[in-house]
């Protein structure tokens, strides 16, 4: 069983920036690929980002391509949203997720998903 716990949501002003980080526990952290979504109000889950169980390989959202890298420490079990440019629309709660496979990752079949850390970007 794997646990994830993200920190480091909050409210910011928009082209201000945030990290979030997500600590995962149960099991070796590099068995995993690891990714973030985001889920706004009275909208569907959304892909943000995914990374490789060793961190070589990274692909990101057309939405925040550019503003928003993930990346991950492998000695510290976690998993980093770094998010820069914030916009309004960028507000969501925001969830970490694990998967054996980054395939499956990125298409939302997670094995395993954190609580969520909201994150708030006003205009």
């Known amino acids: 069983q794997v646990q994830l716990t993200e920190s480091g949501g909050g409210l910011v002003q928009a082209g201000g920036s945030l990290r979030l980080s997500c600590v995962g526990s149960?099991?070796?952290?590099?068995?995993?690929?690891m990714g973030w979504f985001r889920q706004a109000p009275g909208k569907e889950r959304e892909f943000v980002a995914v990374i490789s169980r060793s961190g070589n390989i990274r692909y990101h959202a057309d939405s925040v391509k550019g503003r928003f890298t993930i990346s991950r420490d492998n000695a510290k079990n976690t998993v980093y949203l770094q998010m820069t440019s914030l916009k309004p629309e960028d507000t969501a709660v925001y969830y970490c997720a694990a998967d054996e496979s980054s395939i499956q990752l990125k298409a939302g079949r997670c094995d395993y998903w954190g609580q969520g850390t909201q994150v708030t970007v006003s205009s």
């Open positions: 149960g099991r070796a952290f590099n068995s995993d690929a």
